[in-house]
């Protein structure tokens, strides 16, 4: 392993900042606490539960001046960019612009490979010309917007309109009925809905199936897969009512057999890495396959170009590595060089929210039960430090609650024990959690 000649520190350790605010952000801070290769650890801006464990650091990550200002003031060397939005908006092509900066190890892609996840019509063109299996598609914008509606009167329900751009979870509409189609589109297209993310509209078939999450760390050449995992997307019971960001997740993934495995690997996993080499795109970093299990066939439903969350808070406690020295890689290409081991035991999460969440939610509450002995590990999403010191509710999804076991029942009914002793106002959470399993 590789270690920068500007570090100051005894035994070459590192000083890190990972930049995000979320449950993915508090299980990276976690599992690099845990590393025998870092100096000092760095959050921003952080949450109460990485404020526990290292320093947060209080800036906007859109800010991407400020953010070059901390790794120059702190003597940063290892960055880990959590959510998607700066890397689609060229954080890490803007950070190697900076001379004093070109030796910083940069976990996330450059702008043009982050449009895998910045732009739905970028990646749908990648998938046709590396033929991943996908579901068949067209683009629209105003300027087609009639071709749109022909294509809708020509084609069976359910309807899955997609904003094209970033839309923070809520650019996908699943729609039955061909007239509300056609309204949605005409929303996204000419009124804005969706914002800028909606200038222009993907509208492809809908898939029937079971999901599930598939994950590659890539130093830029070669990669490895980590453990797959299933989240819930839904925030109701038995996947009813609107899409949040995750409301739990399971891994391993109890019906991925050997078979349907290979299959991932050889039709989706090689040709993306294929694609992504071969078509100049410089990516280090996470890339997040979002699948769906069709019969026996794995389809791509979309890439994101970062950990998933929740699922990080599920995949992460399965990887037995160090995560600075497996980070590292990126520096000189040496992943080939790791061995990535994986513990066997299952790993559920159950996330609490905010009554009212993903629409119209209170914060600000006090959260009691932190503190209680517990075999689970309570990863902080939205949460802050009041001004008196105690921990309250400071966003929509607040607390994962992750536990191993033997099996994933084990470790569903473990995470159930322990976020029931965890209290706030107006608490949510889905009660089945892996029960489809």
């Not at 950990?307 to 995560?323: S, T, Y």
Request: hydrophobic content about 40%.
């Amino acid at each position: 392993m590789v270690f920068l000649k500007r570090n100051s520190y005894k035994n070459n350790l590192m000083k890190i900042l990972i930049i995000g605010s979320g449950g993915r952000e508090n299980v990276l801070a976690w599992k690099i606490k845990q590393s025998s290769k870092y100096a000092k650890l760095f959050v921003a801006p952080g949450n109460a539960g990485t404020a526990e464990i290292c320093q947060n650091i209080d800036l906007d990550i859109k800010d991407f001046a400020k953010i070059k200002d901390i790794l120059i003031e702190f003597s940063i060397e290892m960055i880990i960019v959590g959510p998607e939005a700066p890397l689609v908006g060229g954080l890490h092509d803007y950070l190697i612009s900076i001379e004093e900066l070109r030796h910083i190890i940069i976990v996330g892609p450059k702008k043009e490979a982050a449009k895998l996840e910045g732009s739905k019509k970028f990646a749908k063109e990648f998938m046709l010309k590396n033929n991943i299996p996908t579901a068949k598609h067209q683009s629209f914008t105003k300027e087609n917007i009639e071709q749109g509606y022909n294509y809708i009167d020509n084609n069976p329900s359910p309807y899955v309109l997609k904003a094209d751009g970033l839309a923070s979870g809520k650019g996908v509409l699943i729609i039955d009925n061909k007239n509300e189609a056609k309204r949605e589109l005409k929303e996204m297209l000419l009124n804005s809905k969706f914002g800028e993310a909606s200038k222009m509209v993907v509208i492809e078939e809908f898939l029937s199936g079971t999901e599930l999450s598939c994950f590659i760390f890539t130093d830029g050449k070669g990669y490895v897969t980590l453990p797959f995992a299933k989240d819930y997307k839904k925030i109701g019971e038995n996947d009813k009512g609107l899409n949040t960001g995750g409301m739990g997740a399971v891994s391993p993934v109890p019906f991925v057999s050997k078979d349907f495995e290979r299959k991932i690997h050889e039709r989706i996993i090689k040709p993306t890495m294929k694609g992504i080499i071969y078509g100049n795109l410089e990516y280090k970093g996470f890339i997040f396959i979002g699948l769906i299990k069709v019969g026996e066939n794995p389809y791509v439903i979309e890439y994101n170009v970062r950990m998933g969350d929740p699922e990080a808070e599920v995949v992460i406690p399965r990887i037995k590595n160090d995560l600075v020295e497996l980070f590292s890689t990126i520096k000189n290409n040496s992943l080939g060089n790791i061995e990535l081991e994986i513990d066997k035991r299952s790993v559920a999460t159950i996330m609490a929210v905010s009554g009212g969440y993903p629409e119209n939610y209170k914060k600000g509450y006090k959260i009691s039960g932190l503190n209680r002995r517990s075999e689970s590990i309570f990863f902080h999403a939205g949460t802050k430090i009041d001004s008196d010191g105690e921990v309250i509710t400071a966003g929509g999804r607040v607390i994962a609650v992750s536990s191993y076991g033997d099996n994933h029942n084990e470790a569903i009914k473990k995470s159930y024990k322990a976020i029931d002793k965890i209290k706030f106002k107006n608490i949510n959470y889905r009660k089945d959690i892996g029960f489809d399993l």
